[in-house]
């Protein structure tokens, strides 16, 4: 669906994902789609990098949910 746009089913299993849970880690996305962590996690630092993306730290897990701050979020 949206793999055309982000060229990565990764990328549109995490922002689909955000998008429906207010926060996100990358074990729950790779565990929930068969995914390796690996690829999920440098996935998520691209995303935050970009500024899509927001973390925060909840223990040893870091938790990320879409980015209000992004230009293209509505208000």
């Known amino acids: 669906m949206l793999e055309a746009l982000f060229n ?3 990328t ?3 922002l689909l994902s955000a998008y429906v849970r207010e926060e996100i880690y990358a074990r729950q996305i790779a565990s929930l789609f ?3 962590l690996l ?3 440098k ?3 691209k995303l935050e990098a970009g500024g899509i993306l ?3 730290p909840a223990g040893r897990t870091r938790l990320y949910s879409l980015n209000p701050a992004y230009p ?3 208000n």
Do not use: T, Y
């Open 8 to 10: 990565s089913k990764i």
């Open 12 to 14: 549109e299993k995490i």
């Open 34 to 36: 068969g995914l390796f």
């Open 39 to 41: 690829p999920v996690q």
């Open 43 to 45: 996935q998520f630092k």
């Open 54 to 56: 927001s973390s925060r």
């Open 72 to 74: 293209f979020m509505p």
